[in-house]
């Protein structure tokens, strides 16, 4: 089965930092492109971070850059987002998805599996 | 950033009937390479994750049921649902990806 399960959530104080991490099972995580999306409570979805399916390319949204960073263990079949300088409004559930491969030599894109997210929540 | 705006918030739709979802790019987002634009449409139901119903636009997902369809292209796109069913009570976002992904603000769909 196709599955991704994101873990490290909790409860941080703010400024504090924390690591996700995503785990890929039932397919050639080393093949597949990688993003990682939040939600706040009781709000839309908000893309955060994106990865080559090498690490060799990155790329940020605003609202992180800076305090984020991603990461991949292609042999360990694990995606990662360091977090730091929380702040109150980072308070989420953190999800990991993965970018649709591609048809025809195209880039399909969209997030085509996503793993059930992680709850981050900032605050003293 | 690409922003995406979608209408309306919210609606309410009898069984059976057609439900419509409109969503508007900021910047064209059709590649001319291949002449895809790069947009998608998900489901999320309460409690669970997004779930990828459309890609490119107007192309299904493997295992979505037909009475989902996606159309539009450059800036203006809509989500139809042609028979509204219980199940697809969920809020529905458009993103798109000819840039960094951004997501619409999402739009509830219920039962009237």
């Known amino acids: 089965e196709v599955q991704l399960v994101e873990s490290g959530g909790g409860l941080v104080q703010p400024g504090g930092s924390l690591r996700l991490s995503c785990a890929a099972s039932g397919f050639t995580f080393s093949s597949y492109e990688m993003n990682w999306v939040r939600q706040a409570p009781g709000k839309g979805l908000e893309w955060l971070s994106y990865i080559s399916s090498d690490g060799a390319t990155i790329y940020y949204a605003a609202s992180g850059r800076g305090r984020l960073t991603i990461s991949r263990d292609n042999a360990k079949n694990l995606l990662y987002l360091q977090m730091n300088s929380l702040r109150a409004e980072d308070t989420a559930l953190y999800y990991c998805a993965r970018e649709g491969g591609y048809s025809n030599g195209y880039k399909r894109g969209g997030f085509d599996i996503w793993g059930q997210g992680t709850m981050v929540t900032v605050s003293s | 950033d690409i922003v995406m705006t979608q209408s309306p918030d919210s609606l309410a739709v009898s069984l059976g009937e057609r439900a419509t979802i409109n969503c508007k790019s900021s910047?064209?987002?059709?590649?001319?390479?291949?002449?895809?634009?790069?947009l998608g449409w998900y489901q999320q139901k309460p409690g669970q994750p997004p779930k990828l119903l459309i890609y490119?636009?107007?192309t299904r997902e493997s295992g979505v049921p037909d009475r989902f369809s996606g159309s539009g292209s450059g800036t203006d796109f809509t989500l139809t649902i042609s028979s509204l069913q219980a199940e697809d009570v969920a809020v529905y976002y458009c993103?798109?990806?000819?840039?960094?992904?951004?997501f619409g603000q999402g739009t509830k769909v219920e039962i009237k």
């Open positions: 993103q798109q990806y000819y840039t960094t992904p951004t």
């Open positions: 490119w636009a107007s």
């Open positions: 910047h064209s987002v059709l590649y001319s390479s291949n002449n895809k634009n790069y």
